[in-house]
């Protein structure tokens, strides 16, 4: 269970209606998602630890687990082993919830999807075609390798819809392979009518990467060519107004937010706040998001034990940092850490801190 001090009340802010962004809640199949705000599934990141992180904070409609992969699981079901890590927590947690699966062989996504859909319960299974990192769309051929063919997309959308059905089946995409290919607006089309329920679109292309800036005005684009389901936007959404400008400002039905919530995983409660008229709470004091990420911590080292949890945890350190008076030093210190001991005094001793200037001293744990 996480503990945090508490934080100030939200006052209601009369110069902000929810309706003049977005019509809510998004259905999505059977489900109605409201906020209309996800949390995206990253590899390596979006843990059950991390998830619960969002939980405690709030205002995620709808919440994703890492993608997963379908060849590496069915191999496992085959040799009676244990499901991957990246099910950690699935069976269990709250709803609504999403699972992302990843692989190129339509059977082999429809046979996780099937077991996902009616053995796990869980809300949306979502197919990865927007992972543009190499071993996973080069050595594999998978993620946004297959935005290449768009009637492969749809192949392996309408198996798994077929599999999982009731449970709907979404699809996340990037604008296209390179600048000079981007087909997303097919791949739209594709994918809607081999019957996926949601369309998440990241706004760079598989050769972007992560560079550059996301392309919202392409985005835009592609909500033509849906006829009945929702499109969510994604990249670089990194503060509630992000958000609130990218609804306003562009047809989107939801806004997806990934790596800008790493370092801030109480943006989504900003956002719904603003969403609902009021004035968004304050960011957290540094000494508070150093509570947070101790509690994190605890929650992977009860799952991974040491000295897993410490390496596991090294990045999401980092992450918590970002941005912060004296990261640099705090990140190099972090990232050598080995044991317990020497995570919990690195944390406590050199994770950025502000300065009281009446007093010259740290701020405090907590706000009381």
Sequence with gaps: MLHHSGFGQATFHPGIKRSQYIDMPVTIGPLSIDPPVFSAPMAGFTNYAYREMLRHFGGVGLIATEMVSARS???????????????????????????????????????????????????????????????????????????????????????????????????????????????????????????????????RTAQDMYSGTADWDAIARIKPFLR???????????????????????????????????????????????????????????????????AHYELVRKRFGEPLAVILMRKYACDYALG???????????????????FLQTVQEEFPRSYNPMNGKPDGLSRR
């Design 73 to 203: 699981f069915v191999e496992l079901e085959k040799r009676g082993e244990e499901h991957p890590d990246r099910l950690w927590g699935v069976r269990d947690e709250p709803r609504p919830l999403a699972v992302q699966i990843w692989d190129n062989d339509p059977g082999t996504l429809a046979e996780l999807g099937e077991r996902l859909s009616h053995d796990y319960q869980v809300s949306l299974v979502d197919l990865n075609f927007g992972c543009p990192a190499k071993q996973i769309a080069g050595k594999s051929a998978s993620g946004s390798f297959l935005l290449k063919t768009p009637e492969k997309v749809a192949e392996i959308v309408h198996r798994v819809a077929v599999a999982c059905h009731p449970v709907p089946v979404s699809a996340k995409i990037r604008l296209g392979w390179t600048r000079d290919t981007i087909n997303a607006t097919e791949i739209a089309a594709a994918v809607e009518e081999a019957g996926a329920a949601a369309l998440f679109v990241h706004g």
């Design 228 to 294: 009945r389901v929702p499109l969510v936007g994604n990249g670089d959404i990194k503060t509630a107004d992000d958000a609130i400008s990218r609804l306003r400002n562009h047809p989107v039905d939801g806004v997806m937010i990934g790596r800008g919530a790493l370092s801030r995983p109480w943006i989504f409660r900003q956002i719904r706040q603003l969403l609902e008229g009021r004035e968004p709470e304050a960011d957290l004091t540094l000494g508070e998001q150093r509570e947070i990420l101790l």
């Design 324 to 342: 912060k008076p004296g990261a640099r030093r705090f990140r190099s210190l972090i990232s050598q850490v080995k044991n317990h001991e020497q």
